[in-house]
């Protein structure tokens, strides 16, 4: 089953200077939760905004660029090879986690979708593509807590493909 997760404002903002435009310390334990113990996909960028593999997680990485490497990490360099990888992996939950060209390639894949809304505007440079979510069922909807750490409302969301 493939599953993408990721946090967006009112805009579908997911990113400024390849990084989140917001601190919600609540939304990255809640990815840690959801990511553990799991294969995660994501582009070159986004891996090395993390800066090292995240531990107890299996990284793949999708990228144009032939020569790169990531120690601890599959490299792919075509959709289709990652496409065949997750068919023959189809009982386990992978979960793409950015960027937003690879949510934007995944996103006629995926299974189920992991949310974080943030009901709030931020400035940055990167966003979500358009999620048509009549095509979706809602089955999971979690007000985050809001407190000096975490200050904004925020709401996890899950949902399963129709």
């Known amino acids: ?3 993408m997760i990721f946090a967006h404002d009112r805009n579908y903002l997911i990113g400024k200077d390849n990084w989140m435009p917001w601190s ?5 334990a809640y990815f840690k939760e959801i990511t553990s113990g799991k294969t995660i996909i994501m582009g070159r960028k986004t891996f090395e905004s993390f800066g090292k593999p995240l531990p107890n ?15 601890g990490c599959e490299i792919f360099h075509e959709m289709q090879s ?3 990888y997750i068919d023959q992996r189809s009982d386990e939950e992978i979960i793409v986690v950015g ?7 995944f996103l006629p894949y995926a299974d189920h979708l992991y949310i974080t809304y943030i009901d709030e505007e931020f400035e940055g440079d990167t966003y979500l593509p358009k999620i ?4 979706w069922n809602l089955i999971s909807k979690k007000k985050g807590i809001k407190n000096d750490q975490n200050p904004y409302d925020y709401y996890f969301l899950q949902y399963n493909r129709k």
């Open 57 to 71: 997680r299996h990284h793949l990485i999708l990228t144009r660029n032939q020569n790169y490497q990531a120690e």
């Open 99 to 105: 960027g937003a060209d690879i949510y934007q390639l």
């Open 1 to 3: 089953m493939l599953a």
């Open 82 to 84: 990652l496409l065949d």
């Open 24 to 28: 919600i310390p609540n939304d990255l």
């Open 132 to 135: 048509d979510l009549t095509n």
